[in-house]
């Protein structure tokens, strides 16, 4: 047995959904499985990307290989520019995923310097003390793979995010083989996804929504607005197919939705029927029943392409009665507010809904059930097992899962969270030191602009209750107040209240410049402080809010 | 036939859910139906509570005749306070329902003044030209009522929030035969409830609930937790007794149900079994396997007893393995993840958690499903239809509904939404001229602090990307400025960062002003806004943020 030490340290992704990032080290060696992003919690205010801190892989940044990216989804890509411009490490992924991958590294201006190499399923690369191989699995997009990785210690195996899905769009099948195979000769370690744990029984195939579009296409008489997520190309795939047997005119409108097509046809993985596009500008002047618009913005996003059709303010496309409005996707938690004021827009102007539940589906998920994720574990049927890819909640109940393996094999399963890791060596596994990991906040999307938790912090503070800022001019060599003090205040209370309010304030300040000794005024800070706490009080007291209260004082 | 005119004036509730109030005016005499409020939208900052604007009732204070309550729901009564503070006119309710809006009435120490006026479902009251008849409905509250109110120019009928329960827990039905009655006699207007118009066939019964109940009290082998809405009655009721029927003791835990449960209990509407309660502080030293804790909190409220329980940060309750929590209750749209923050920190705690679907259901709707809202159409066949209680979406399913009547008596549906009114008189129905309405939103749930659109709109700016204030002393005579100019920046750039930044900012600020010829200075206002501009072109480059900018200028 070798003496080295294997440590499994999630970075993100692992007690919440969203910035997978996962680091497998090996002694000296690191290799990072997926760099996500998520967006942003309400409460994160002015923050428009958070990424997982990155600190340990910089902090180790000689023992880092390579990043290996899964698949083309953002919880798993959208934080690469972010690693990348700390760590210029080569990146492995298939075509698809580095062509998705691309596109953010040029947004970021990286592209150039950065080191990408293309692999396809069932490539092994080796890295150091890693043989990486890579397995072809079915998710909600293309070109996914998941990991087997050879160790000193054994097999470590991560399923990225996974469906079974026995009937791909594109007929290229989930390698059950690859699975079997390593399953039959022993993994030290699974890593599987638990998204969908709390659903019984299989997910249904991404083909079970197509009896769902073949009615759509059938029935319906005016334009077809259907919008989807971008990066599903075997929905839109489908689209595509039924829209040409229905002889409708398919227009691609929104920019994550040509950048993506774009990329998957480019590689030969979309197939667009002849003479089928539509350009935008050429929808209103085409006859309704022969258009389909394909359109970005599934969850609401108020700048999408979607949402603008809502509000009539789109330049191509404008929604009249009659048409059908048809959104082929699920509500991402926290967008139920956006996505219902999206389709009331589309309600007002007599359009037809499409969402929601339904059978056939019009939606089907890309994370596997209960028994799909039971199907995995008996064909690994690992040593040591680790839910991944979910909250606690998914990860206790995908533990409690993994229980019947209990005496077939399985000798422990282990919750780790963000901030802890394990570690497996020759005495076994078992939870490692904690590591320091995190959140970046991130501004406008731009690489440099952190917005660290104090300036959240100030924002709520500020969105809550506003500011007051009273401002005094003091003479320098007499200590006297100059002028009078005056006071600054936004959201706070309305302009109609504060004249009075404020008037108050000035007497208080004045006051309580003029109750303080000589051994106070030699301090400003002193009197700073005496003023914000005094205020605090009366401003309290008369409002019942508490606003950021800052006294400037200005020395002339 | 009379020459009156009656209006139908929506002043919430109408194309959006919740605060539902609506003026019915005959002539020169108005009544209210409820008075709601409802919870802000996460974008409205520091914003607590949002009730209906009054104004129109207020301008017409003088015919305003009552304000009619329809049962015990926040989004039906939470703004009779804020109504009643403008305008003390009679209210009137059943006793279960005035007994919640007394609490309310009290909080705001309002309710000495109060006129409540107790009915009971059969009732009728005569308020000007208007006779109302009070009929009791099922719904997921007790002591519900619909509205048949007869006007001069006929009946309009209200459903007010129902399903059509036929095993409902109280065995006091819903009083179908007045529906019919009213329906054979011939009714003017319907306005009936649209909540769940999208879900085809039935609701299930609130006894469908018991069997799951059943489950769980018999299988659980710790402390049960259980948490359910507080005006949920029925609910209530069944816990109790099944608590009863497998011998454990509740407790019942936080300040609404403790409220609601009492106000219940003193009116002889739920019973509770002898020995049966249990005081919270004796929760922990009972054996866990004779315990049932109802806690209140199930939307993830922050301060909420459930929510302290999660965090173990609850005086007399704290979770252990094994022990189970059920919440038995929806999802409120918008509150997704403090929810799913909550049932997190019970996992980690190593609670078995229960709840959402499931068979059988773990909780079920107060709203009836389609087929309610046509049995309801089918028996009232009015003349004329008007949705409400739903968003734009689900008023215009409901009119769809409603279309087959057509032919049957049905003249004519109208989808009314806030700010609009229909206008029945002698020559049909119409929609009316546009009423001022709109939404108040008031902070700290007291009833004068009303925060405008402008302080909303301000916090929005400041929560974004917080503000830059740069402060200076010109010498009143001279015209000059006095020591340096100060920059006070609060959540706009890390403290790192801002200074060099704002050193810049400091020197373009003094630039400005030296540039400034005679004529600019002689006016501070244009001085203000060139540095507003100069520094906000400069800052917006730098940093790609846009911070509030308020340039403040100190005589001395």
Redesign the interface.
């Known amino acids: 047995m070798p003496t080295g030490k294997l440590q499994v340290i999630p970075l993100g992704g692992v007690?919440e959904f969203g910035m997978n990032s996962m680091a497998l080290r090996y002694n000296d060696d690191i290799i990072v499985i997926d760099a996500g992003m998520m967006f942003p919690?309400?409460?994160l205010?002015?923050v428009d990307v958070v990424t997982p801190d990155f600190g340990y892989l910089k902090e180790h940044r000689e023992k880092v290989r390579a990043l290996i990216l899964t698949h083309a989804h953002e919880d798993h890509i959208g934080g690469t520019p972010y690693l990348l411009s700390q760590l210029n490490i080569p990146v492995y992924g298939t075509a698809f995923t580095l062509g998705m991958a691309e596109r953010r590294l040029e947004e970021h201006r990286l592209l150039d310097q950065a080191d990408l190499r293309e692999v396809a399923p069932g490539d092994k690369v080796e890295l150091g003390p890693f043989s990486v191989h890579f397995i072809h699995v079915t998710h909600s997009t293309i070109s996914c793979v998941a990991l087997a990785i050879t160790t000193p210690l054994g097999v470590v195996m991560h399923t990225a995010d996974f469906k079974i899905d026995q009937t791909p769009v594109d007929d290229l099948h989930f390698d059950l083989h690859a699975f079997a195979e390593y399953g039959k000769r022993g993994v030290l370690l699974l890593m599987s996804d638990s998204t969908n744990v709390?659903r019984p029984g299989y997910s249904e195939s991404e083909r079970a929504v197509r009896p769902r579009l073949e009615q759509i296409f059938a029935s319906a008489t005016r334009k077809l607005i259907f919008s989807t997520f971008s990066s599903s190309i075997p929905r839109i795939q489908q689209v595509l197919d039924v829209a040409a047997k229905y002889d409708r005119k398919v227009a691609l409108i929104g920019r994550s939705l040509l950048a993506t097509t774009e990329i998957a046809h480019d590689l030969g993985l979309l197939r667009i029927p002849d003479n089928l596009l539509l350009r935008p500008q050429d929808v209103m002047e085409t006859a309704p029943h022969r258009v389909c618009c394909l359109v970005s913005g599934t969850q609401g996003e108020p700048m999408s392409s979607l949402s603008r059709v809502a509000v009539d303010n789109h330049k191509n496309v404008s929604v009249k009665p009659g048409d059908t409005v048809v959104l082929s996707a699920r509500v991402i938690?926290?967008n139920?507010?956006p996505i219902?004021r999206m389709?009331?827009h589309f309600?007002?102007r007599g359009a037809d809904?499409i969402y929601?539940g339904g059978t056939p589906p019009i939606h089907v998920s890309g994370h596997g059930h209960r028994d799909e994720l039971n199907l995995i574990l008996n064909l690994v049927r690992p040593k040591y097992f680790m839910p991944v890819h979910g909250?606690?909640?998914q990860l206790?109940r995908h533990a409690r899962l993994a229980k019947h393996l209990e005496g077939q094999g399985l000798e422990s399963t282990f919750i780790i969270e963000n901030g802890e890791s394990l570690v497996i060596d020759a005495h076994g596994a078992r939870k490692g030191e904690k590591i320091n990991t995190g959140r970046v906040c991130i501004?406008?999307g731009?690489l440099g602009?952190?917005?660290?938790d104090?300036?959240i912090r100030?924002?709520?503070?500020?969105?809550?209750?506003?500011?007051v800022?009273p401002?005094l001019?003091i003479d320098?060599a007499t200590g006297q107040l100059?002028?009078s003090p005056?006071i600054?205040s936004?959201?706070?209370?309305?302009?109609g209240d504060s004249g009075q309010l404020l008037g108050f304030a000035k007497q208080l300040v004045m006051k309580t410049l003029d109750e303080s000794n000589a051994e106070e005024r030699s301090d400003w800070g002193v009197i700073q402080e005496k003023i914000r706490v005094d205020l605090k009080r009366f401003l309290n007291k008369e409002?019942?809010?508490r606003p950021?209260i800052?006294p400037?004082i200005?020395?002339?």
Chains 1, 2 share one sequence.
């Open positions: 007690g919690d309400t409460e205010l002015g709390e938690p926290g139920e507010k219902g389709l009331n309600a007002r809904l929601g909250e606690y909640l206790m501004d406008s731009s602009d952190v917005v660290e104090l300036i100030d924002r709520r503070h500020l969105a809550q209750d506003g500011f800022i401002v001019a320098r100059q002028g005056e600054i936004r959201g706070f209370v309305s302009l409002t019942q809010r950021m800052l400037v200005l020395e002339v």
